[in-house]
């Protein structure tokens, strides 16, 4: 095994040591794919070295053999990138040179003196030292990446976390004037957008409004058979004040044609279980209405088979099937 120790690193050293004393650098692009090149010739070191390690080389304490095994990731790393900074442009060529050089020189040194016979402890240290340092500082590298990346992500979330908080600003002072432009008689279809405002103020003011008004059942009813009815679905879900039943004929012709609207995006599509947040909240509306004894049987056997059809979507289906069922 020692033998094969030393014909893994000679095979290593052999090709690569062409690659660092190189005076043809990369093309304009850079070094594309080097790393398929210098990763399996660090692995072939890798592998020399393992061999040393459980030859008990290194059995300086308890468990040393398994902190040289975990400590080859940080020196794939280091030999991978390594060779990669020996390229004419570098300003790092020089030491990158010497630094490869001797890292393979204490391999091959160390594995031709296992075979003459047994290795003195300070030639062990010194070469096993050389050897060590690129393991540990791979491993300083993947921490470094690891850290950053944290960073990175802490970073992104404040910085999504402000753009929300500015977006959620600008949109409680824009609601404030629009709705400050409403006239005294506007008509729900002018109020509907205004009951889930970011702006409290509004929001409790738009409900007040809408919910003094005298006709406001015959005022939803007309309102789902226009463009506005998908602005009421969060309003009727959430705060509508009024007996549900006498919506189902206008809210049953509302899932008729949204059913439509919905069947090329839903049906068959592998992407469907993203729109259920989108089309989630007619149901709930549709459970009040059935609940209060309205009759909505129809639309929802049919929403059931485009549901049953339509991929990611089988807890609405299931949940409009509860519906139907009465159970809630």
């Not at 061999?51 to 080859?72: K, Q, T």
């Not at 590298?141 to 990346?149: C, D, E, G, K, R």
């Not at 600008?170 to 702006?199: C, R, V």
Request: aromatic share 8%.
């Amino acid at each position: 095994m020692l033998i094969l120790a030393l014909v893994l690193f000679s095979a290593s050293t052999l090709f690569t040591l062409p690659l660092i004393l190189s005076t043809k650098g990369p093309g304009p692009e850079g070094p594309v794919g080097f790393h398929m090149l210098t990763g399996p010739l660090a692995l072939l070191q890798i592998a020399g070295i393992v061999i040393l390690v459980h030859h008990g080389f290194w059995d300086l304490f308890p468990y040393a053999r398994a902190v040289w095994d975990v400590s080859m990731v940080g020196y794939l790393v280091t030999m991978t990138i390594l060779p990669a900074l020996t390229f004419p442009r570098e300003k790092s060529r020089t030491w990158a040179q010497m630094a490869t050089i001797a890292i393979l020189a204490a391999g091959l040194t160390l594995c031709g003196a296992a075979i003459s016979g047994p290795v003195p402890a300070a030639l062990r240290a010194v070469c096993g030292g050389v050897l060590a340092l690129p393991a540990l500082a791979g491993w300083l590298m993947i921490a470094a990446m690891v850290v950053q990346a944290q960073r990175n992500a802490i970073r992104k979330m404040e910085a999504d976390m402000q753009a929300d908080d500015e977006f959620r600003k600008g949109q409680i002072a824009f609601d404030a004037g629009e709705w400050a432009k409403l006239p005294a008689d506007a008509g729900l279809w002018q109020m509907i957008i205004y009951t889930h405002s970011f702006n409290e103020d509004v929001q409790r003011e738009c409900r007040a409004r809408i919910a003094a008004r005298p006709a406001l059942q015959e005022d939803m009813i007309k309102l789902l058979g226009t463009g506005w009815a998908e602005h009421a679905i969060r309003y009727l879900r959430d705060a509508y004040p009024l007996p549900f039943a006498p919506l189902a004929p206008a809210f049953g012709a509302f899932l008729e044609k949204e059913l439509e609207r919905w069947r090329g995006q839903l049906e068959g599509q592998a992407n469907a279980g993203t729109w259920g947040a989108n089309i989630s909240g007619h149901f709930e509306v549709a459970a009040k209405i059935v609940k209060d004894g309205g009759d909505l049987k129809a639309p929802l056997e049919k929403w059931r088979a485009l549901l049953r059809a339509s991929p990611g979507l089988g807890g609405l289906e299931w949940r409009v099937g509860e519906i139907l069922e009465k159970k809630s």
